[in-house]
């Protein structure tokens, strides 16, 4: 990577011995830190500091013994990364649905956090379902003030105009 690039895989970090790793806003795992960190490699790390808030959190929750549930997209690296400071415990739901298909016993102690970037709406809608259960849950509203307040704009700008254009990526909650 002399001219520069983007390290998705694993694999890569692990072959990197030198040079400078920059790590994006979306954050990754602590496997990967450990990686570079024992290759030798520089990291500038620009992970946004609500989201390194979320992987302390994670870690914190995991070494206690609670199964941490992450509320938002398996698929988004931000979530993945997240993923990444839990244990093998740890997994990812997008509603309650996919959380009762995981059949996880009622005597296993909970912590639910958000992506920063999920629906409010829709995360506060979970907390309810999750209220009305016996389960023993720490949760964790991690949800960026920045994008709960641009989602409230946007509903609002769209509830008083004809045509509302939002530019940005499709699947995108920022």
């Not at 790590?23 to 602590?30: D, P």
């Not at 970037?117 to 720490?138: A, G, H, M, P, W």
Request: glycine share 8%.
């Amino acid at each position: 990577c002399s001219r520069g690039g983007v390290v998705d895989e694993l694999a890569l970090s692990e072959a990197l011995k030198e040079g400078v790793v920059v790590i994006r806003s979306h954050g990754v795992g602590k496997e990967i830190y450990d990686i570079l960190e024992g290759n030798g490699v520089e990291i500038v790390d620009a992970t946004c500091p609500f989201v390194k808030k979320i992987h302390n959190i994670v870690a914190e929750q995991s070494a206690a013994g609670r199964q941490v549930i992450i509320v938002g997209d398996a698929n988004h690296p931000e979530v993945q990364g997240i993923r990444g400071w839990g244990d093998d415990k740890t997994k990812v739901i997008d509603s309650y649905e996919e959380f009762e298909k995981l059949a996880i016993s009622t005597e296993v102690q909970l912590c639910l956090v958000a992506q920063t970037t999920f629906n409010y709406n829709k995360f506060q809608e979970l907390v309810e379902k999750f209220s009305r259960t016996s389960y023993d849950i720490n949760v964790l509203n991690t949800i960026c003030n920045a994008t709960q307040e641009r989602q409230v704009e946007a509903k609002k700008v769209a509830s008083q105009v004809d045509v509302m254009l939002v530019i940005g990526g499709k699947h995108s909650s920022n």
